[in-house]
């Protein structure tokens, strides 16, 4: 009957009206008779596949135009992204079809091409509208090819949502591709409206997408939004956090951030280990919201499938150089670095216990064997790579415990306010020719950079000290050997500063050969994690410091630097 009613419609109407009433007709037919189903509540939305739910099987049917284009994406790391582009593929999950469904591939480092075990990003309502798989519009699935557990989202996205800080769920799939068998993918719910409808009272705000690395400061991507050219909310945020004064900052960043949401972001991220994210990553993975009913940002997590020591160290610093804006300016407060360490010790006595942890991973893994009955092969890998998960976040929990006993402090100084300098280690951009060494020399021990590449290049000697408010004064003995007669000093040589300050004609460049003393002045208000920085830059030729000569002098107590009247 259905269907002879939009043939009638589709043939007795016409014009834009009739075509787009007729189409409106067969898409809801279409919905109701492939197995998509009636629009589900946004609240109660993928309930049956979160946390831990039904695993579903899902064939993937593509055309061999579709094919051919996804086979033209390659994604390279630490190369621009090329254009997704979305393709129509038919799903198959048991008697239920859905079609036209669009879908492209995803994954930066992590990236696979679709003959490989790719990551997919997939619409439902794109180019079906109305079409919903278990009520979503939206899901990714992720090769977890990090994560031999494929529990760390799940587990991840489970406490920060036992925090109150919103989270999309994550679950898991069977997939194959055109009858050739995928495996098991980790399967996530998508960044949508839909998404924000469930956690906060209106979606009309700005979602921001910091996924693939960029701070606030950036100009990031919108997933979605009612006026996506109005950034203000972003402005007002990073205005904010670089606030000079400390206590004037923490009653800006009140008004703009939802602070108590944030700590409990940042602490999470910590104890996990989640080491490229936000806080204390590039920063990377990431999604920020403007709540509009309330006028407050909020932070969300994303990418967690590298925690509790993968890919760092199990004992990762509870105290980190904090990389993000709004984490470096919140926690640069002495009051607010405060409650967050005190939040932290609060947490892993109580919700994150290790025993609350296993029982946890033990509860979703039990859910995730039985889905794997069928599937020997998947369920033998399985099963020690659960046992290795379980070991690591005692390990991490146990090492943030024994952190939270000796807290780092604000680095010491001597009684003529003098402070010697270690720690030091050799950074240098991915793409530029330069590599650093430690050598001896007539009893001295040189930190030395060298660069042969033939154009412009920097490599420099780091270290990170925690200070108190104050004015300093960072010094040192540098030189410089075999540059070229072209070399001036506006774009070559040796000189000191701290990370963050880079400007293309510095003050205090040095070209000379002979050991000459380099000096470097600022400021701190607040606490803050300084990273201190011994830098060579030039197209040829060798930077060298002294590293028995780094010094760093507190030139005026915290007393004395105050905020205007």
């Known amino acids: 009957m259905m269907i002879v009613f939009c043939a009638r419609v589709r043939g007795s109407l016409e014009g834009r009206r009739g075509g787009a009433l007729a189409l409106a007709c067969w898409t809801f037919f279409s919905a109701l008779t492939l197995g998509a189903g009636p629009k589900k509540d946004d609240k109660t939305a993928g309930d049956d596949l979160f946390p831990g739910g039904v695993v579903p099987?899902?064939?993937?049917?593509?055309?061999?135009?579709?094919?051919?284009?996804?086979?033209?994406?390659?994604?390279?790391?630490?190369?621009?992204?090329?254009?997704?582009?979305?393709?129509?593929?038919?799903?198959?999950?048991?008697?239920?079809?859905?079609?036209?469904?669009?879908m492209h591939l995803k994954g930066s480092y992590t990236y696979q091409d679709i003959d490989q075990k790719p990551s997919l990003t997939l619409n439902f309502d794109k180019f079906a509208p109305g079409q919903r798989f278990h009520g979503l519009e939206k899901i990714s699935l992720n090769n977890s090819v990090q994560d031999p557990s494929f529990l760390s989202e799940a587990l991840a996205r489970e406490l920060f949502m036992d925090l109150g800080v919103p989270s999309p769920r994550a679950g898991h799939a069977l997939v194959s591709i055109n009858g050739r068998e995928r495996g098991l993918y980790v399967l996530l719910e998508g960044w949508n409206k839909q998404f924000l409808r469930r956690h906060f009272k209106s979606?009309?705000?700005?979602?921001?997408?910091?996924?693939?690395?960029?701070?606030v400061t950036a100009a990031l991507k919108i997933d979605c939004g009612e006026d996506a050219e109005d950034r203000s909310d972003l402005k007002k945020l990073v205005s904010a956090a670089r606030e000079v004064y400390p206590s004037n900052r923490l009653e800006r960043l009140q008004r703009v951030l939802d602070v108590t949401s944030f700590r409990n972001f940042a602490v999470l991220e910590i104890v996990l280990g989640h080491w490229d994210g936000y806080c204390a990553g590039a920063p990377n993975n990431y999604r920020v919201f403007h709540d509009s009913s309330r006028d407050k940002i909020v932070?969300?997590?994303?990418?967690?499938?590298?925690?509790?020591?993968?890919?760092?160290?199990?004992?990762?610093?509870?105290?980190?150089?904090?990389?993000?804006?709004?984490?470096?300016?919140?926690?640069?407060?002495?009051?607010?670095?405060?409650?967050?360490?005190?939040?932290?010790?609060?947490?892993?006595?109580?919700?994150?216990?290790?025993?609350?942890?296993?029982?946890?991973?033990?509860?979703?893994?039990?859910?995730?064997?039985?889905?794997?009955?069928?599937?020997?092969?998947?369920?033998?890998?399985?099963?020690?790579?659960?046992?290795?998960?379980?070991?690591?976040?005692?390990?991490?929990?146990?090492?943030?415990?024994?952190?939270?006993?000796?807290?780092?402090?604000?680095?010491?100084?001597?009684?003529?306010?003098?402070?010697?300098?270690?720690?030091?280690?050799?950074?240098?951009?991915?793409?530029?020719p330069t590599n650093g060494n430690r050598a001896g020399e007539d009893g001295r021990q040189l930190l030395q950079v060298h660069a042969n590449g033939g154009q412009p290049s920097s490599g420099a000697w780091r270290t990170v000290v925690l200070l108190d408010e104050g004015r300093y004064a960072f010094s040192g003995?540098?030189?410089?050997?075999?540059?070229?007669?072209?070399?001036?000093?506006?774009?070559?040589?040796?000189?000191?500063?701290?990370?963050?300050?880079?400007?293309?004609?510095?003050k205090g460049l040095c070209t000379s050969e002979e050991w000459t003393p380099l000096r470097y002045e600022f400021d701190v208000h607040g606490l803050a994690n300084i990273e201190l920085v011994a830098e060579f830059r030039g197209t040829q030729g060798t930077g060298a410091f002294d590293m028995a000569a780094f010094k760093l002098v507190r030139k005026g107590n915290p007393a004395e630097v105050k905020p205007p009247p």
Not at 203 to 213: I, M, V
Not at 388 to 407: E, F, N, P
């Open 299 to 432: 932070f969300m997590p994303h990418g967690m499938d590298q925690l509790f020591g993968v890919s760092s160290s199990i004992d990762f610093s509870i105290t980190p150089n904090f990389n993000g804006v709004v984490a470096k300016g919140l926690f640069g407060i002495p009051q607010e670095r405060r409650r967050y360490l005190e939040r932290m010790a609060s947490l892993i006595t109580n919700e994150l216990r290790v025993a609350n942890l296993h029982l946890k991973v033990d509860r979703l893994a039990g859910q995730l064997r039985r889905a794997l009955a069928g599937e020997p092969g998947l369920r033998q890998e399985f099963q020690p790579a659960v046992e290795d998960l379980k070991g690591r976040i005692a390990a991490r929990l146990a090492s943030v415990a024994r952190q939270l006993q000796r807290v780092e402090r604000p680095l010491a100084f001597d009684q003529k306010g003098i402070a010697r300098l270690s720690g030091w280690r050799f950074k240098a951009p991915s793409d530029r």
């Open 203 to 215: 979606a009309k705000g700005n979602l921001y997408d910091g996924g693939s690395g960029g701070d």
């Open 57 to 102: 099987k899902l064939e993937l049917q593509i055309a061999p135009e579709g094919m051919r284009v996804l086979r033209q994406y390659h994604q390279v790391w630490r190369k621009p992204r090329p254009e997704r582009i979305d393709v129509a593929v038919t799903i198959h999950e048991g008697a239920r079809i859905y079609t036209n469904v669009a």
């Open 477 to 506: 003995v540098g030189r410089t050997a075999g540059l070229p007669h072209s070399a001036t000093a506006t774009n070559t040589g040796v000189l000191l500063r701290v990370s963050g300050e880079r400007s293309l004609s510095p």
